[in-house]
C-alpha cells in the first residue's frame, strides 16, 4: 500500500438524519462549516463530495477554492444518484430512458469535473439501482441496461476511474450491485481498465465476506480503487467509527491493504448520528493507525508458517503478543 | 378473535423519507389530505397517530372531527419518542432527568387524549431508547430507569392500556425493549394489568422469531394488545406489504390470531417509500382477507391431527389443499 | 427452460445427522434401498450421486446396474471433497501439496465416471475450502490455488460440465467460493466453457440474494449449469422442502427459470432430519409442479407492464390472480 | 463476581463431528483421555459432563473418581435431550406422553447425579424441543407442555439449580426457549428460586443481543446462573474460541460478569472441530484473563463519566487506553 492519507466524507459533518428523525439529529450547516470543522481533525487531508451537491459546475471552482484555503484535497468526486426522488425506482438501470439518460449525464459530468479538480477517481454507487419486492423489475433487462450504462460512461471518459460501490440493500431491499463478486463480475467483463471497485468495509461486513479476503480478491486483478471504511453489527450498514466492533477482522483487512498494490485515499465513509463527527473521524484515524502500527510489526514469515497449517488459534496468539 | 376492524397508521400516506431522500419520496400534504385517501382504501376504519404531531392538546378537537367526519375511529394514539433530536440517547430512559422527565410527561398526556379522543390504547414504542456502541451505556441503570418510567406512566391512567411495542434495532443499533420475551418479562413484572404487548410482524420476524407463536406465547398471558401487520425480508423492518415474502408465516400468523382473545384493531405499519399507499393498504388488506378465508377453512382437527405426529409436511399439504 | 426431469440425491434418504444426533436421524441402508424408496416418488427419475461413494471405479457398473433397472439417469456425479477428515483444512486450495493433488486427482476420476455413466456433469462444490478464523489463511495463496486447481480439472476433461457450487459457510465459517457473483467470476476468468455454475437455492436466499436474479444473470453469461431446489429461513442451509417457506420468491425462481435456456434437472437437494423422505420430494415435486403450472398462466406482457413502472404491487396483485 | 474458576465441557476433546463429517474431525476416545488432555490447560479446574453419558447411575461412582484423581470439579451435570433420535421431535413439551415422561425422568435423575456428585447445577439445554416447519406443531400446547415440565422437574429436587440455556435455533430451525426474554420470563413465572438462566455467550450474539447487556437484567433479578463462553460470526452458533471474532463485547461482556454476582463457573463452550482442544481452551483462558486484566484496570466512575453523557467514543478512547 501507498496510500495518499485519510481522507472523509463531507456528509460525516452533516445533519445524519434517518427515517425516525428527519430533520437530523445535528442541524445543518454550510459546507464551508464542514470543512472548517473537518481540518480540525488530525491527519485529515482529503475529503470525498458528491456531485451536484455540493459540486456542481457552477459551484466548482468556489469548492476548489475552499479545498485549496485548507490544503484539503478531493479525494473522490462521487455522482449522487439516490437523494433525488427522479430515481426512486433507478437511475443507470431504470427502464424509463429519460431518468436513465439523466443518470448517466450526471454520471459523465461526474467524470469530467473529478478531472477538472484533480481528483483521479469517481465513486459509483447507484444506491436506487435494484428493487424491493418480488417481481417487481425484469432482472434480464436490469443487467442490459446496466451494463450498457457503465460501458458507456466509462468510455467517455478514461482518464478518470470509475470505482463500483456494492452495496447488499439499503435504500432499497435489494441492490443490484450486491456483493463484491458481481461488482468485480462486472468491473471484468466491462473491459475496461479504468472501472474498478470500492470496498466499503462495512458493506463486506453486511454481505457476511471476510474483507480481508476481499482485499486480496480485488489486488489480485488490480480492480482495487476506492476504500470507504467504518464498522457496523453484520446486519444492516451501520456506518459506525472504524473498530469499535470488530477488531480482528479490521486488523486483517488493514494488513492485506498493507501489502497489496493499493494507491487511493484510505476514506471514512462513517455516519455519526448522534455523536461529534469531529470526534468519530479522529478515534477512526487513532484506530486505523493502532492497527497500522500492529501490522508494521507482524512479522510475515512468522504469521504465514501458522497458515500454512491453519493453525488460526497459533496465529491469533502470535497476533495477540505484537498488540 | 373478535377484531375491531382494519386501520393504518396516517404515517402510510407521508413523505416516507429515509437518509439517503432525506426530503421523502413523495411530497408532504396536510393530514385531511391523508385522511381523505385512507378513507379511499375498502375497510379500512381505523387510524394510528401520534402525539404530539398530528394529535396534541391543541389540535385534538379538530382531529376529532377530521375522524369523524370520515366516519374513522382513532385506533390508537402512539407517543412519538423518537422524531425529535432531543430524544437522540433516549427518553424514558435517558440519563438525563430532564428529558426523562419530558418523556414521561409526553406518555401521561397521550394516555389522556386517547382515552378523550376514544383509543383505549397507546402504543409505546421508545425507539430511542437503546444504544450504538458497546460501553455507550450503563444497563444497569438503563434497565432501572425503564422500569421506573413504566410503572410511573401504566399507573398513571390505568384506564388506558399501554402496550409496549418490541424492535430489535433502528434507529438504535441496539433497542432496550428488543425482543417479545423482553416486552412479555416486562409487562409481567411491573404488575399493572394495562401493560401489555405489541407485535409488530415485521419486527418479530426481524427478530427471527416465529411470529405466530408469539400470539400463541401472549395470547397465554393476555397480553396480546396491539398488533402491527407488514412484511420484510427478515434483516431489517423493511415495513412492506402485508404477504408479499412469507406467505406461509403470515398464514400460520392469521391462524394463530383468529383463534386468540385478541379484540383489538389489525393495523397496518407500512412505509411504501415508492408505492401508492392507497394501494399499498389495499394489498395489504386483500391479502389478510385472502388467509382469513384460508383460516377459516382449515379444519383445527385435522391440522391438530398432523401436529400430533409433528407431520409439517402432511399439516402444509393439508393446508395447499385449502388455498 | 427444458429440463431433464426431477432429480435428487441420494442422500435424502440417508440417516440425515447433525452435530448433536450424530449417529443420525433414521438408520443407514445400503443404497439400493434408498434407491427403492427413491422410485416411490412420483416424477422423480434423476439422482445424484457423489464419488468416491458410493460410486468409485469398482462400484460403478453396480451403480449402473442399479440405476438402469430402476429407470433411473445419473443426474450427477458429485465428487465429495468435505466428508473425509483429510480435507478438513481445504482440498483444492490446501496448502499441503500431497492433499490438494488428492483431492484434483478425486475431481478428474469424478469427470471421467460421470462421463461413463452418462451423466454430462460433476457438481464441485468444495465445502472444505475456506476458513473459520480471521488470520487462518493466506487469501492470496488461496485464490491462486483454487484458480489453478479449477483449470487443471476442467481442461482435464472438456467434455464434461463442471459446475461450481457456491455457498456462504458451512462446514467452514466462511467458504471461499461463497456467492454467485464470485462463481460467475471464477467460471469466467478460467476462460473454459465446460466450467458453470450451480445454483442451490437456499445457498441463495442464505447470501440474501435475489434467486431469480442470480438465474437471470447466469443464464444471460450461459453459466447456469446446475440447479438444487430446497428452502430455508435465510440464515442457515436448512434444506427444507421446496417451497415451504418462500413462497413468492420460489414462484419469481421459477418464473426466470421457466424462460431461461436452462436444459439440466430440476434437482432436490434436501436435508429431511425428521421427515420422511419420500413424502419430503414428493411434496417438493408437488410443490415445483404447482408454482410451474401458475407460471404457464402469467402472461409476460402484462407483467412486464407493471414491470416497467416498477408497479411492484399491481404485478403481484395480478400474480394473485392467477394462482 | 466471585467464579469459581474456569470449566470446559468434555466434548471440547472429542471427535466435534458435523453433518457433513460425520465421523468427525478427530478419533473418538475414552473419556479418560480427554481428562488427561484437558488437566493440561493451564487454570482449567472443572468440568461440564452429560447425563446418561458419559455420566449416569452406574458410571458415576468411576466419574467421580476420575474427577478426584485429577483435581477436578464437576461444573454441572447436564442432561442430554437432544442427542438421542427418540427426541427428535422434542423431549420436554413432546406432544407423546411417553417420550416426554423419558425426557421429565432423565431431568430428575441428572439432578439427583448433580447433587450427589457435589454439582449444584443441572444445565437444561433442551434442543429438541422446537419445530422446523411453520404449521409444524401446536405452539399453545408447546408452551403449556413445557412449562409444565419445567415445574414438575424444578420443583422435583429444590436443593439443584435448573438453569434453562436459552438458543435461537440448531437442531431444530426455531428453539422454543429462543431468546434471553423468554428464558427469563420462564423462570420468573415458574415462581421456583432454583430455575435461572444459562447465558451461552455465542447463542447470545446469534439472537443479535448485547451479551453484557443480558448479564445485567439477568443479574438484577438474580436469575444467571451458567455462563457458557465462546465466539462466533453472528449467524450461527460457531462456538469458536472465545474472544477471537468479538473483542469489544466480549470485554463488555466481562466488565459486566466482574461487577455481577455471578459466583459460578467460567465455563468453555467450544467445539474446535479442526483445532487441538487444548491450545483451543488455553487461547480461550488466555484471552479471558487479558480481558479481566483490563477490567480490573477500568476506572468505573471514569467510565460512568462517559456513559452519563452516552458518549461512546469517549468511552471506548479510555478503553482503548487501558489495554
Redesign the interface.
Same mark, same amino acid.
Given at each position: 500500500m501507498n496510500s495518499k492519507g485519510f481522507a472523509t466524507g463531507i456528509w460525516t459533518f452533516g445533519p445524519?438524519?434517518?427515517? !425516525?428523525?428527519?430533520?437530523?439529529?445535528?442541524p445543518p450547516r454550510r459546507m464551508e462549516e464542514y470543512l472548517d470543522d473537518l481540518v480540525k481533525v488530525k491527519d485529515l487531508t482529503g475529503v470525498m463530495m458528491h456531485y451536484p451537491d455540493p459540486v456542481d459546475e457552477q459551484k466548482a471552482e468556489a469548492v476548489r477554492r475552499a479545498l485549496e484555503e485548507r490544503n484539503l484535497a478531493l479525494a473522490s468526486l462521487d455522482v449522487d444518484l439516490?437523494? %433525488?426522488?427522479q430515481f426512486?425506482?433507478?437511475s443507470l438501470m431504470s427502464?424509463q430512458p429519460k431518468i436513465r439518460k439523466k443518470a448517466i449525464e450526471m454520471t459523465k459530468r461526474s467524470l469530467d469535473l473529478a478531472e477538472q479538480l484533480g481528483s483521479e477517481v469517481v465513486n459509483l454507487w447507484p444506491?436506487q439501482d435494484g428493487?424491493? @419486492?418480488?417481481?417487481?423489475?425484469? @432482472?434480464?433487462e436490469?443487467?442490459?441496461l446496466l451494463l450498457d450504462a457503465l460501458e458507456e460512461v466509462a468510455s467517455y471518459n478514461p482518464r478518470v476511474k470509475l470505482s463500483l460501490e456494492y452495496k447488499?440493500? +439499503?435504500?432499497r431491499?435489494?441492490s443490484t450491485i450486491?456483493?463484491?463478486?458481481?461488482?468485480?463480475?462486472l468491473s471484468?467483463?466491462v473491459q475496461l481498465p479504468n472501472v474498478g471497485v470500492t470496498i466499503d468495509l462495512g458493506h463486506s461486513l453486511n454481505?457476511?465476506?471476510?474483507p480481508?479476503?476481499v482485499?486480496?480478491?480485488l489486488?489480485? !486483478?488490480k480492480k482495487l480503487f476506492v476504500l470507504h471504511l467504518n464498522d %457496523?453489527?453484520?446486519?444492516?450498514d451501520?456506518d459506525?467509527?472504524v473498530g469499535?466492533?470488530?477488531?480482528?477482522?479490521t486488523?486483517?483487512f488493514i @494488513?492485506?491493504l498493507y501489502h497489496s498494490d493499493y494507491q487511493g485515499w484510505l476514506g471514512l465513509d462513517i455516519?455519526p @448520528?448522534?455523536?461529534?463527527p469531529i470526534?468519530?473521524c479522529s478515534?477512526s484515524i487513532? %484506530?486505523i493507525k493502532?492497527l497500522l502500527e500492529v501490522v508494521a510489526k507482524i512479522d510475515s514469515q512468522t504469521?504465514?508458517s501458522?497458515?500454512? +497449517?491453519?493453525?488460526?488459534?497459533?496465529?491469533?496468539?502470535y497476533?495477540?503478543s505484537q498488540?
Open positions: 445524519c438524519p434517518d427515517r !425516525f428523525c428527519v430533520e437530523g439529529y445535528k439516490f437523494s %433525488n426522488p426512486a425506482r433507478g427502464p444506491g428493487f424491493d @419486492y418480488p417481481f417487481q423489475i425484469d @432482472y434480464r436490469q443487467w442490459d447488499l440493500r +439499503e435504500p431491499t435489494h450486491a456483493t463484491s463478486g458481481v461488482a468485480l463480475f471484468q467483463i454481505c457476511k465476506e471476510s480481508a479476503n482485499v486480496a480478491l489486488d489480485k !486483478f %457496523n453489527f453484520r446486519d444492516w451501520d459506525m467509527v469499535t466492533v470488530h477488531f480482528w477482522e486488523l486483517e @494488513y492485506y455516519f @448520528y448522534r455523536e461529534d470526534l468519530a478515534l487513532e %484506530n493502532w504469521l504465514r501458522f497458515q500454512k +497449517e491453519g493453525n488460526a488459534l497459533e496465529a491469533l496468539r497476533l495477540k498488540i
